[in-house]
């Protein structure tokens, strides 16, 4: 059964903290990684990686792809009050389109 | 970027009722996606919608209890039919633009609440 493990499942930190949080994937014919920001209702979408070992970055964030050890990771530098959310990650499969998400870890970010 | 938007943004209802969430796209896209995020949960897949033809389900879900319709390239709805408490949950449409980003991006969300 596919299925996306995040860790830790909530944190909470001081702003100007470095954080980064984790997600291990086993999804049948894997296509990409995807991470997402959910701070009220709707995920935004951040990153969509494919291709092992290649950091992608947008600001204080970034993110890579392990495709060997099926691991991805989330880094966020000089975290801010705004940065506080549930960062979601999903593996998508190739063919049919679907994500499968993991619960999400819960960062909080104390001023 | 294309907006999604969704109505209504939330609602309370009673039991045994149904609600019809609408999902408008202001561009035409491929494939639309209706999700559910129970309290506390992690987004679940409840269907596929593609336009002219029937929506695809997931294990778990089935028509008679979310009926979706898919009228054009550019909206659908999501009905949950004869409430009970435990479909209190956000109700999120997306859409994947295949042809650009490979990538869905998600609406506003709907909170229902059932009584």
């Known amino acids: 059964e596919d299925k996306v493990v995040q860790s830790p499942l909530s944190l909470v930190v001081h702003e100007g903290d470095t954080v980064t949080l984790n997600c291990s994937y086993e999804?049948?014919?894997?296509?990409?990684l995807l991470w997402y920001k959910q701070e009220k209702k709707a995920p935004t979408f951040l990153f969509m990686l494919?291709?092992?070992?290649i950091e992608k970055k947008s600001g204080r964030l970034s993110s890579i792809l392990d495709k060997k050890e099926l691991f991805s990771i989330l880094n966020i530098t000089a975290t801010q009050t705004g940065d506080s959310a549930v960062y979601l990650c999903?593996?998508?499969?190739?063919?049919?389109?679907?994500?499968?998400f993991g619960t999400g870890t819960r960062l909080k970010v104390l001023a | 970027s294309a907006v999604i938007s969704q109505k209504p943004s939330r609602d309370i209802c009673q039991r045994g009722t149904s609600l019809t969430i609408q999902c408008q796209v202001d561009?035409?896209?491929?494939?639309m996606f209706w999700y559910r995020q129970q309290p506390g949960q992690s987004l679940t897949l409840i269907a596929t919608?593609?336009?002219?033809?029937?929506?695809?389900?997931e294990s778990g879900f089935v028509i008679d209890k979310f009926p979706i319709s898919r009228p054009n390239l550019t909206f659908s709805t999501l009905t949950v039919s004869n409430m009970s408490p435990e479909d209190s949950s956000i109700y999120l449409c997306?859409?994947?633009?295949?042809?650009?980003?490979?990538?869905?991006?998600f609406g506003p969300g709907t909170r229902l609440t059932v009584l």
């Open positions: 919608a593609n336009q002219g033809s029937e929506a695809t389900y």
């Open positions: 997306s859409v994947d633009w295949s042809s650009r980003s490979d990538t869905q991006y």
């Open positions: 999804v049948t014919n894997f296509r990409s």
């Open positions: 494919t291709s092992s070992g």
């Open positions: 999903a593996g998508a499969t190739s063919g049919t389109y679907k994500y499968i």
């Open positions: 561009s035409q896209v491929t494939m």
